[in-house]
């Protein structure tokens, strides 16, 4: 990678993006999508944090004033709202973690340690669409793409050095080697924060990698320092700036790669973010709660031992299953009742508000919840079961999760490049609306989805 100082890079975007040439001219042939882990829109009019990057890009490019993401707010159901232009009711991934009542035990997908792509998600993404239009696809940590046959090339976003020797694409380590980049402790760093900086410098490294030497058409990267730092930190903090001021310089790497021969002309950056932070100081734990009702059972070492219900956390949101069917109304009027008194407790929704949520109904797929609660600033739901049941941190705290609504949840949308209109400047959009809007620039089609091509920022 040729070495080029900041000053020198910021140039080279501001005049690349002065002399972009539209679509009409030079077709589409390469796409970025990059997700800046908890990079709310907040960021880009806050005076203090450090991005002419991302400033500049948005003043010549599209851009929206929020992007609302996905219910509940977190990674892996945004990410694959993102990529699919569904809500999680119909692609399936519907939290970073659910409770399976089948097997009577919780399932993760953050991480993806147990279902693969296919298992995962099912609707077709939009590097289904491009591959089979005949376009190569690569995947940098992207969620939820394990074993993904779409993706020609990927790094799986797991924090388990099996996941990537069993998921990275063969051969691609020694490829990325010959070329200086070592990927190969990424397993054995896992999602350590001590390691998030050199990450991220690897994960824009090989992205740059597979569209120079490897020309591919679609290309995914997800940047993850500053979702780290602020649940660490709080958002809009020393530490949450100093982070998105390292996002805002990766971007500008890409940014400089797609400016270059034979890029130059024939490629787009789209720069989102899957949803923005809350700071809090206040633990809530419904589990608890649900102890002292009678509903969980522990042994003397505090270790449960049976369930009637249970609360698996989503941050600034719940879900609370009912797991006793004898007396599974019973138990949810109970809770209807109790959870709202519950300090922090800003909502107990039933299935009844799933779908402005859009999340499914229980009977549609077993793993939705029976009851979701949410919260707002200051608190975060966790899932101890001993304790007291509003519990404070040990210092100021940043969460996810919650209700998008609020300006405060809302994440980051920003479009560069060949086929984008510059200078457009949209209201709040959502984040299904990124998947259809690609799939146009590349002269895709996703059949069947939530979201809407944003038409008004392609120079068509």
């Known amino acids: 990678m040729r070495s080029l100082s900041r000053g020198m890079v910021l140039v080279a975007i501001a005049f690349a993006l002065h002399t972009n040439v539209s679509a009409a001219e030079k077709p589409v042939q390469h796409v970025v999508l990059v997700s800046i882990d908890g990079l709310a829109a907040s960021y880009l009019d806050d005076p203090r944090a450090n991005l002419p990057t991302l400033r500049n890009l948005r003043k ?58 296919e298992q995962a998600i099912k609707v077709p993404t939009l590097y289904d669409a491009a591959h089979q239009a005949g376009l190569t696809c690569g995947s940098v940590i992207w969620p939820c ?26 051969g691609l380590v020694a490829e990325l080697a010959k070329e200086g980049i070592d990927i190969s402790k990424l397993g054995a760093w896992g999602w350590n924060k001590d390691y998030s900086t050199e990450r991220d410098v690897l994960y824009t490294r090989v992205a740059q990698h597979l569209l120079k030497k490897d020309r591919a058409n679609l290309v995914l990267v997800h940047l993850v320092t500053p979702d780290g730092v602020e649940h660490a930190y709080g958002p809009h903090t020393p530490e949450a700036y100093q982070a998105v001021a390292e996002s805002d310089q990766r971007i500008a790497e890409i940014w400089q790669t797609l400016q270059e021969p034979p890029l130059a002309g024939k490629a787009a950056l789209f720069v989102v973010s899957d949803h923005g932070f809350a700071p809090y100081e206040k633990f809530i734990r419904p589990n608890v709660v649900l102890k002292e009702l009678g509903l969980i059972a522990t042994d003397a070492a505090d270790k449960v031992i049976s369930r009637k219900a249970w609360c698996v956390a989503q941050g600034g949101a719940a879900f609370v299953y009912v797991l006793d069917k004898s007396r599974e109304a019973e138990i949810a009027a109970e809770l209807k009742a109790k959870l709202p008194k519950l300090e922090g407790v800003a909502g107990v929704h039933g299935p009844e508000e799933y779908a402005r949520f859009g999340l499914p109904q229980p009977t549609a797929n077993p793993e939705a919840p029976d009851l979701v609660l949410t919260t707002g600033p200051g608190y975060s739901f966790a899932e101890q079961v001993t304790g007291e049941s509003i519990a404070k941190t040990d210092g100021l705290k940043g969460s996810h ?56 920022t392609l120079a068509e």
Do not use: C
């Open 60 to 117: 010549a490019g599209a851009t929206a004033k929020g992007m609302i993401t996905s219910f509940p707010s977190v990674t892996w159901p945004s990410h694959t709202s993102l990529i699919t232009g569904v809500q999680p009711a119909r692609h399936g991934v519907i939290g970073n973690n659910v409770w399976l009542r089948s097997e009577e035990r919780a399932l993760a997908y953050i991480g993806d340690p147990e279902r693969t792509k």
């Open 145 to 170: 793409t394990n074993g993904a046959k779409s993706l020609k090339w990927m790094i799986p976003d797991a924090g388990r050095a099996d996941l990537h020797a069993k998921y990275t694409t063969p």
């Open 401 to 456: 999760g919650h209700d998008p609504a609020p300006a405060y949840m809302h994440a980051t949308f920003i479009a560069a490049g060949a086929g984008i209109k510059p200078g457009v400047q949209l209201d709040k959009i959502q984040n299904v609306d990124v998947a259809p809007t690609i799939a146009r620039l590349m002269g895709l089609t996703l059949k069947d989805v939530d979201g809407r091509v944003l038409s008004e």
